[in-house]
């Protein structure tokens, strides 16, 4: 049974540049978030995808969007890099549970290490 | 607002135990942990839902109070696999969660022989 599959695992960028990472779920999880983690620091939520729609967003600027597909695999975008855009970024799949959502326990892909130079 | 966690980290010898605690200052739906080892993803260990529920998983075991907001995660007899960084995770009540966590600054664990 996969899990949660990231890719690439590095990426290189210069400042003002556009990214794409990927995401494939774990098999049967149909909730794809995505979270920014900063070295030493706590993941932080920058949105979810559910039914192909971002259902909820943290604080981050719209540079950041993403894409769901039929398949619940994700994409996440970051456009006009900053160097503070350089972290860590973790896609995390789940079931949906509706309303109970909060007792859904999240399976973390082992990220894409951006470095924004 | 992030929850915090303490202490930011605790050295141990094999077979000593820990505790290390989540506090929010919102009311919370449910509180997650994870484990986190340098360079991997961060690993699912336990969700504690409102009610004081206590749940365990082999020597590792949690509790959240829900009148306080806090949360404390337990680990007895700690083995070398136990190393990492622990992090709380809480949903927010009111509104809708959608399962949005809110993670803690996270907590070193180092197990020595």
């Known amino acids: 049974d996969a899990g949660v599959t990231q890719s690439p695992t590095h990426l290189i960028k210069t400042r003002g540049q556009q990214v794409t990472l990927r995401c494939s779920p774990k098999s049967g999880h149909d909730t794809v978030s995505w979270y920014q983690q900063a070295l030493g620091q706590g993941p932080q939520f920058i949105f979810q995808y559910y039914e192909e729609e971002e259902r909820q967003r943290g604080n981050f600027p719209d540079r950041f969007s993403g894409h769901q597909f039929p398949n619940y695999s994700s994409e996440l975008n970051v456009n006009a890099l900053l160097l503070g855009d350089s972290a860590l970024y973790l896609c995390?799949?789940?079931?949906?549970?509706?309303?109970?959502?909060?007792?859904?326990?999240?399976?973390f892909g082992n990220g894409t290490r951006l470095t924004v130079t | 607002q992030q929850p915090v966690q303490s202490p930011q980290a605790v050295i141990l010898r094999e077979g000593e135990d820990a505790v290390i605690n989540c506090s929010s200052s919102?009311?919370?739906?449910?509180v997650h942990w994870y484990r986190q080892k340098h360079g991997e993803a961060p690993v699912f260990l336990m969700i504690l839902l409102k009610g004081g529920e206590q749940k365990g998983h082999d020597k590792i075991s949690a509790s959240f109070n829900e009148k306080k907001q806090q949360s404390s995660l337990y680990l007895t007899a700690s083995q070398l696999s136990y190393s990492g960084t622990y992090f709380c995770g809480t949903a927010n009540a009111g509104g809708t969660s959608y399962g949005k966590l809110t993670f803690g600054q996270g907590t070193i664990l180092t197990v020595h022989p």
């Open positions: 995390a799949s789940s079931l949906d549970l509706g309303r109970s959502s909060y007792n859904s326990p999240l399976h």
């Open positions: 919102k009311a919370l739906y449910s």
